[in-house]
């Protein structure tokens, strides 16, 4: 297949080409709510997926399938919004404000209580080692246990903003998000607040995160992708220019309305961009041209996440039940 590449300058839009193949498949799901996050155990064929309305999936095949599995909760009102594990021990939290714990691999959840004077409502939890987890609210509070739960420290009181999208990194770094996409805010360990940051460009943006190379990646309201010009890997919030100082914007994919929602590293240089529409497109030069996989564009759904556990297992997140399981090579699957 002949494909062409025409690039302008950094704020033009790129033609992008078709992915020839799909490496990916659909999972049916037996359920038609929007799932949210998932993770697995130390056995790598059982898994948990969370979602809306207090949906709670196990796998126990690798992802193959996924059965429905109930929770000793009060009602099916809860926004799961994030699920972490370490080996059998599982944390999950959602809004209203709910943490859940197992320590048997999820066969059973105990639900810890948290304060009502807890700042916001917890969006993202870490589990870091035996009886240790990180706690996030979207207001940008830090809490930590080392004790299972039952006694948590605030390493952050308060954020700057209430928080859309929240990424942590393997050292303990996070980048938020601000609820308009107007500004983010960095978070280094050791640190007692956010350091706010203004976006650098009239886009607004969607999302952010780290990549596997030590850069720095956003998702601007329009489908473009950007990234940071140096390595991070080393990152202080102290230093402005490791978050200030950003390379060329890339109009990845303008013809979706929807714009980019996640973007997921399945190697240093191979990486996977979501979006509404049932966008779903790959870049397999560390960012620099991107492809599109055309052989999901007819699923219903929009593809809010994009989850690389290793090389060969990933996840694509849609709403309404679906989801996608990697299960190819993109290399192969080239035009």
């Known amino acids: 297949m002949l494909v062409t590449l025409v690039i302008f300058c950094s704020s033009c ?7 020839d193949g799909n490496p990916w498949q659909q999972v049916i799901l037996p359920t038609e709510q929007t799932v949210l996050d998932l993770a ?4 790598p064929n059982r898994g948990w997926m969370v979602g809306a309305n207090s949906t709670l999936l196990e796998t126990t095949d690798g992802g193959d399938s996924w059965s429905q599995r109930d929770l000793p909760l009060d009602s099916d009102r ?26 048997d691999g999820g066969s059973t959840w105990s639900e810890i209580y948290l304060s009502a004077q807890l700042p916001g409502s917890p969006l993202m939890i870490t589990a870091l080692a035996d009886n240790s987890a990180e706690l996030v609210t979207d207001l940008g509070a830090i809490y ?18 209430t928080i859309i999208n929240l990424a942590r990194s393997d050292d303990g770094r996070y980048l938020a998000v601000a609820e308009r996409g107007s500004f983010f805010s960095a ?9 706010p940051h203004n976006r650098n460009s009239s886009r607004r943006l969607q999302n952010m995160g780290f990549g596997s ?4 990646w956003i998702l601007g309201r329009g489908g473009g992708v950007q990234f940071s010009e140096a390595s991070n890997s080393e990152a202080s919030n102290s230093e402005a220019s490791d978050y200030d100082n950003w390379a060329e914007y890339i109009s990845a994919e303008k013809r979706n309305n929807w714009g980019l929602l996640d973007l997921g590293y399945r190697t240093p240089n191979e990486l996977w961009a979501t979006g509404g529409g049932g966008t779903l497109i790959v870049s397999l030069d560390d960012g620099d041209t991107w492809l599109k996989d055309e052989a999901v564009d007819n699923i219903p759904s ?21 989801i996608l399981k990697y299960i190819g090579t993109a290399e192969d699957s080239v035009a």
């Open 40 to 43: 697995f155990t130390g056995d």
């Open 144 to 161: 930590r246990t080392t004790d299972g739960g039952s006694n948590w420290k605030g390493l952050v009181q308060y954020g700057s903003d």
């Open 187 to 195: 978070y280094t360990p050791g640190d007692d607040t956010w350091v």
């Open 13 to 19: 839009a790129r033609t992008i080409a078709a992915l």
């Open 213 to 216: 190379d030590g850069r720095f």
């Open 78 to 103: 809860y926004r799961l919004s994030s699920i972490s594990f370490d080996d059998q021990e599982g944390w999950i939290v959602g809004q209203p404000s709910l943490l859940l714990h197992t320590d």
């Open 302 to 322: 929009n593809f809010y996440r994009v989850l690389f556990l290793n090389p060969t297992k990933g996840f694509v997140l849609g709403q309404r039940g679906i």
